[in-house]
Structure formats: structure tokens, C-alpha cells
């Protein structure tokens, strides 16, 4: 009888957290890959956003393992991060310094996605786990993806930067209510450091993930550029999402039947780099589209190492590696920022993705060790 309760209770905060993660991902969507272009609209330049970025990227890589150590309840802060993001949302309309956005900003990622992260996986079991992260990181979102930039490039260009952050504070709020619906569980191990050999492969990998992102800053800033025009802007994005979200579920189903997580992985980074080696060439707003094609098969290959580090540790270290999957991107994303501060400035974003495309091929060494000795898959 309790087993079924307890089923029944991981069933409802699945569904929960479906409808909660779909409209946060819409409102993120409707605004996020235009917050590059806002700030350089607010007349902050390329250096300013990176030191938001640096700020940011310091808190959401070490505040999520300060609060493992000092909250039991690391699931519900969950419910926090909706809330620091309806505020940094609020800090857009109303403030303009790098500092205070890079604070504000870096909050509602550090409160909200490694309990997000941590929801996930707890809520999957390991045969199907690279489906539910796939759903929950890619499908939804990329479902996302396609309404939220069109519909936010629109908003924008007829109604303004400002009417946009408004709306999107008022759906967080709607996601916050659904949240409060949700059952949580205590943490009853804590910030726990897995000691096996197989962890340090991993951080160093997400290091290198962080080191090869392109969408802080780059990518939005790039396709702006290209599109002309806000509107256009959100249809190219829109777009692209269209073949994306096609490409992503039926590669992440394949990985669990085929349970070929490394190779797909190994894959999805080839492809990662390629898509970068060729970005910098696209002219026009249908070469961004098409090239669309490696980026989305290279996000879908790509998640499932994310699905195979959940299988690698157990339940009791979820929280802990997730957070410290954090620390990882963190230091990887600190690194990005270098060539960031030389490249765009002159607006070199062909030496910039070029950049990014080593730091991809870099990772391949470092998975294909971690298959043939550290991690017995």
C-alpha cells in the first residue's frame, strides 16, 4: 500500500513538474536569446556583459553547493529559483548595471535548474532516463523554442523590450503556483564528493562543455547581425527549433534502447565542433536554419552523457554531482569568457566559433578514456 501511495505521488509531481518546466521554458524562450541584444541596447558593451556574465557564472557554479550544505530540502529551492527569476526579470526593466543583472541573473540559475536537474533524475529510472531527460531539457524546451522566439522577436519590435519582461514575469508567476503543488524530498546525505575515479572524468568534462558554449553571448548577438531585424530575429530562431526538436527525441530513445551512451556522445561532439567550424561562415538568415541541422543532432547526441552521469552514481549522490556538475560549467564558462573578450569586440565571430570548435574536439580524449577505463557502462 505504501509503495503504491509512493508511486502514485512520483507519478502526480512528474506531471506537475511537466507543466511547470513547459511554461518556464516558453517564457524563458520568449526572451532569452534576445538578452544579449538588450543589452547592448541599454548601451553596455561587450566587456560589461562579460563581467555579467563572470558574476553570474561565479554564482550559479558555487552558490548551489552552499546551499546543499545548508538546507535538507535542496528539491523545493526549486520554487525559489522561479521566484529570483521573476525578480531578475524585474531588474531588466528597471536596472541598468552589469553588476546588479550579473547577481539577479546568476540567482535565478543557481536556485533554479540543479534542483530542476535534481527533480529529474529522481523522478526516472535508468532504462528510461535518457527519454526523461530528453523531454525535460530538450523536447519541451525545444517545443519552446519554436513559439517563444517568434512570438517574443514580435512582441519586442511592436511593443518593446519592457512590455515583454512584464509578460514574462506574470507566466513565472503561473509556474510558481503549479511548483507549489509539487511533493518534495529531503536530502539526507548532503554535499557528499563521490570518491571514485569516474567522477574526475566527468568534471572535467563539463568543464570542457562549458568551455565550447556559444549561446551566453555569441550565437544570439551573431544571428541578430545576420537577421537584421528583431522579428527576423525570432523566425530564424523558430526556425532552426523546427529541425531540432524533430532531430532530438528519436536519438535520445535510441540511446536507451541501444544503451550506447559514450559513443553517442562521442558522436553528438563531432558534430558540436563541426557546427561551429562552419557558423561563422552563414551570411544569410537560411544558411543559420540549415546549419541548424548539426547543432540540433549534436544537442540531441549530447544529452545523452548527461542521462549516462546519472546512471553512473547513485541516488544518495545525485544532488551532490549535480551540483558539482555546476562547479564544472562554471570554470569551463570563465574560460569562454576569454576568447569572448578578444573576438567580439571587433566582432570576430568567425575566430570566436572557430575558437569554441578546438575546445569541442578537446573533449573527445577525455570520453573515449573515460569508456575504455574509468566507467564501466
Known sequence: MRLNEDLHVQTSTFKILAVVASIFFFTNYLTGMFLPVYYVELGLRIGDIAALLLITFLIVGLLPTLLLRLTKNFERIFCLGIIFTMLFYAALIYVKSPIVLGIAYGLSIATFWPSFNLLQFRLSTSKIRARTVSLFSSIIPSIASIVGPAAGGFIIESFKFQSLFALSIILYFVALIFSTRMEFRAETCGLSIPRERKFLAFFA???????????????????????????????????????????????????DVKMRRVEFTVIGTLLSASWLFLIGYASKPHEIVLLSILSGLAGAFNLSWFAHYGDSF???????????????????????????????????????????????????????ISKTKLINC
Open 205 to 255: 568534462t563539463f568543464i570542457f562543455f562549458g568551455m565550447s558554449e556559444a549561446y551566453w553571448l555569441a550565437y544570439p548577438l551573431f544571428v541578430n547581425k545576420i537577421s537584421e531585424t528583431i522579428s527576423m530575429m525570432g523566425v530564424v530562431l523558430a526556425a532552426a527549433s523546427v529541425i531540432m526538436s524533430v532531430i532530438t527525441f528519436m536519438v535520445n530513445w535510441l540511446s
Open 314 to 368: 547513485s541516488k544518495e549522490h545525485y544532488a551532490s554531482t549535480l551540483v558539482l556538475m555546476e562547479v564544472g560549467l562554471m570554470t569551463g564558462r570563465i574560460i569562454n569568457l576569454l576568447p569572448t573578450c578578444i573576438f567580439l569586440p571587433d566582432g570576430n565571430f568567425l575566430g570566436y566559433f572557430t575558437i569554441l570548435g578546438v575546445f569541442s574536439l578537446m573533449l573527445i580524449p577525455i570520453l573515449i
